[in-house]
């Protein structure tokens, strides 16, 4: 998963430095949280293990949680 984490991290680091999301915790710590998450949510899901999300509904949600993490909102990419 470092490899995942690596990716997160600078992708949040770039999006901070162009000024297109706000700054806050440091950006290797959220994107071990955020990888571990989807992991978590992930393997909950597909193995059918309690509690767990409907299988059409994980992307949604993940996304969601990531671009509120990152940007602060949802609206980016025409969420709101």
Known sequence: MD????QA???IED???R???PGGVDARNLAIALVSMNERVQY????EEPPSLPDDAVMDVL?????????GTATT???S
């Open 3 to 6: 490899g995942w984490v690596d």
């Open 9 to 11: 991290a600078e992708a």
């Open 15 to 17: 999006e901070r430095a």
């Open 19 to 21: 000024g297109a999301a």
């Open 44 to 47: 909950a899901t597909f193995a």
């Open 63 to 71: 996304l969601e949680i990531w671009l509120k993490a990152i940007y």
């Open 77 to 79: 990419l025409g969420r």
